[in-house]
């Protein structure tokens, strides 16, 4: 995946390379040119100078630190040297007035020849102090574009952090959206040229909802349709049975009876896993926890005594809790249902509710078959079974518990017991402040 960030990073960082580096070399040798011209007019003045200070009669004197770097030579008429002045360089007579590359004495010089109605004077200079002069001269116009382009780099760098936070700001948008959020995303702070892209989400998500509505209304009516012809079936059943069957008719009916109930309870999950998916939206109330867990175990004890299944409330803390209590209860009662559902004959199963930390947490612990570690990583997934083929069952209670949890932010963990005897089951409850009312449940 690539980094919008890095990849215009990259793109400024190349480009004010090559600018800063294009900058610098033009603006090395221009100041370089410049300050040589400047020096050309500063042998032109110093010629100048020196033939008035010479008919004056005074002799022309060279400051202390031009001493070795120039040569002022005053000729007469008759082009005999009447005066110098500098290192004692032979550089011959130009007879060209004006500026000459000359070499003398090893090195290069610069020249510059005047005259006036009785004199030529000539001033010449080392070739290596002007370029010492304009390399120095050039450096120090160059440096400040080079400390310039990473202040430039980090300028600019600042500024793509601001314009991209924008969309920094967009994606936690959408990672923090549920998988039934509904609402559009907000083009606010949205850059223009990103704005196309965020519409074109709206769009999917609209679709995306009208589809999902679209599947729940299939799956509610599906389910309602079914439901009457299935109570009618069983109906027809009971009292077929209620008849003198014979010991094979009997034992058809009851495999009847058992596939109808099946398929009821079948029926009555997709009808849960609709409204789970629906997240219809009812108000927090304070319950008691422990009155809470009795509730909902009372309606799994017939079963467990059924199936010869030891069911237990282990005592925990009792605490208040401020939550949807029809969400919880679908949890915790998917949890027992599984529990239950699951557990051999002889086998046991045991809830216990208690403060752990800042969580409340119910805890199911059974002593059935366990997980399959392949199984693991689609336990929560819609019509997923890990549990032996001949349990009847649906793969929809975790998908439901699940959808619920996260709805309220619960936390959900379900793993084999550490001592490999069965599964332990957990919700989570973050712990919030609450009233001093408590609502006692009460079972019905």
Known sequence: M????????????????VVGVAASVMSYYFVKYEVNSFQDNALHEVALTAGMVFRH?????????????????????????????????????????GYADVTAGGERWRVFRSRDATHAIQVAQRWSA??????????????????????AWLMIWWAVKRVLSGLGTLSADIGQRSADAKDA??????????????????????????A????????????????????????QIDNLRAREL??????????LLDGIRRASYSVNQLMTMVRADAGIESETEVVDAEAFVRLVVSGFVSIAE????????????????????????????????????????????????ERRGTDFVIEVIDSGCGIPESAVPYLYDRFFRAAPMDIDGTGLGLAIARTAADRNGFGLDIANRDDAQGVRAAVS????????????????
């Open 57 to 97: 009669d005074i002799e022309p004197r060279i400051d202390a630190e031009l001493e070795d770097q120039l040569v002022i030579q005053i000729w007469d008429q008759s082009k005999q040297l009447i005066h110098r002045s500098g290192p004692s360089v032979d550089i011959l007579f130009q007879s060209e007035l």
């Open 429 to 444: 409850i973050p712990l919030g402040e609450v009233s001093n009312e408590v609502r006692q449940f009460e079972a019905a």
């Open 2 to 17: 690539t980094s919008l960030r890095k990849t215009v990073m990259t793109y400024v960082t190349g480009l004010l390379i």
């Open 185 to 210: 995303l907000s083009l606010t702070g949205v850059p223009v040229e990103v704005a196309p892209l965020v519409t074109a989400m709206n769009s999917l998500i609209e679709r995306h909802q009208t």
């Open 212 to 235: 999902l509505e679209t599947q729940r209304r299939f799956v509610s009516d599906a389910a309602h349709e079914l439901r009457t012809p299935l109570a009618a079936l069983q109906i």
């Open 130 to 151: 002007r370029e010492e002069v304009a390399a120095y001269a050039a450096a120090g116009a160059a440096v400040p574009l080079v400390v310039a382009i990473p202040i």
């Open 246 to 255: 014979s010991e094979p008719e009997r034992e058809i009916a009851q495999d």
């Open 306 to 353: 059924a199936k010869g299944v030891s069911l237990a409330i282990v005592p925990g803390t009792r605490d208040e809790l401020n939550v949807r209590a029809a969400d919880l209860r679908l949890i915790v009662s998917n949890l027992l249902d599984n529990a239950v559902r699951y557990t051999r004959a002889g086998g046991a199963v045991s809830i216990k509710a």
